[in-house]
């Protein structure tokens, strides 16, 4: 059994606290918003968090997973969808028909891949986030950062269907906090130059999770994605 009362409780005090933190740094709190990520969670989980009606929506980071929540979600409890973790070409057309943004385009390909989807969809403009690998941890997803701007340029020339919202990243894994505020810094420092260098506004600066959305937030972050704080510990990532 879910406890209903604890999940909405716990969207509460986050939303709490994303207030605090904005306010300390000087940031306005509607500036920031709260993507509760759902991997892992079955729907009885998400429905209270999506019931308090706090939510920017919900993060998914597999197609299929995704897919199978959004047909059996029950109607009444209004909610968007979006794709965070890493997508393989072959599941863009899925992944574009379930989701209302994806957060994880990492590659020039995968976008001249939706690019054309989107618009044999009727989906333009599709809102996407170019996912930076800012710790340049090998196992993470994400374009290096000295690869961002070439990437956000060829997207702008070659993917009118894509809007190029922001840039998003995962913080290192390391427990010091002070590689965790260089990472979230360095993504703000770049997606400012790329801003100035392109024009585009690239106002999404999509950071922070359970274990470090203060930092993020003081950096900039205007998305923050919240699993386990929300809905409890996950068996698997
Ligand atoms: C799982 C995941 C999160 C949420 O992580 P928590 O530590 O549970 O808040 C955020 N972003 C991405 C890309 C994830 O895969």
């Known amino acids: 059994m879910v406890?209903?009362?604890?999940?909405?409780d716990r969207v509460f005090s986050i939303v709490a606290e994303i207030k605090d933190i904005s306010l300390r740094s000087g940031r306005d709190p509607k500036?920031?918003?709260?993507?509760?990520?759902?991997?892992?969670?079955p729907?009885?989980?998400?429905?209270?968090?999506?019931?308090?009606?706090?939510?920017?929506?919900?993060?998914?980071?597999?197609?299929?997973?995704?897919?199978?929540?959004v047909q059996d979600w029950p109607e009444g409890h209004p909610v968007s969808w979006h794709l965070i973790g890493h997508l393989q070409r072959n599941k863009a057309r899925k992944a574009l028909s379930l989701f209302s943004m994806?957060?994880?385009?990492?590659?020039?390909?995968?976008?001249?891949t939706m690019d054309r989807l989107v618009k044999e969809m009727g989906l333009s403009p599709y809102p996407v986030l170019v996912e930076v690998n800012t710790s340049g941890e090998a196992a993470k997803?994400?374009?290096?950062?000295?690869?961002?701007?070439?990437?956000?340029?060829?997207?702008?020339?070659l993917c009118p269907n894509l809007e190029v919202l922001g840039l998003m990243t995962v913080g290192p894994l390391s427990d010091d906090r002070s590689d965790t505020a260089r990472a979230f810094e360095s993504l703000r420092?770049?997606?400012?130059?790329?801003?100035?260098?392109?024009?585009?506004?690239?106002?999404e600066p999509s950071m922070g999770m359970s274990g470090d959305f203060d930092l993020a937030i003081e950096q900039g972050s205007t998305v923050v994605r919240i699993g386990s704080s929300i809905f409890g510990v996950r068996e698997r990532r």
Do not use: C, F, Y
Not at 45 to 61: I, K, Q, S, Y
Not at 149 to 157: A, D, I, Q, R
């Open 102 to 112: 994806i957060h994880s385009l990492d590659s020039l390909k995968l976008g001249e």
């Open 31 to 41: 500036d920031v918003k709260l993507l509760a990520v759902s991997k892992t969670h």
């Open 43 to 69: 729907i009885e989980t998400l429905l209270p968090a999506v019931d308090t009606g706090l939510l920017w929506g919900l993060g998914e980071n597999k197609v299929q997973e995704g897919e199978s929540k």
């Open 189 to 203: 420092l770049l997606r400012d130059r790329i801003s100035i260098e392109t024009g585009l506004p690239l106002r």
């Open 3 to 8: 406890d209903s009362k604890l999940v909405e």
């Open 141 to 157: 997803h994400g374009v290096m950062p000295d690869d961002a701007l070439p990437m956000v340029l060829s997207l702008t020339e």
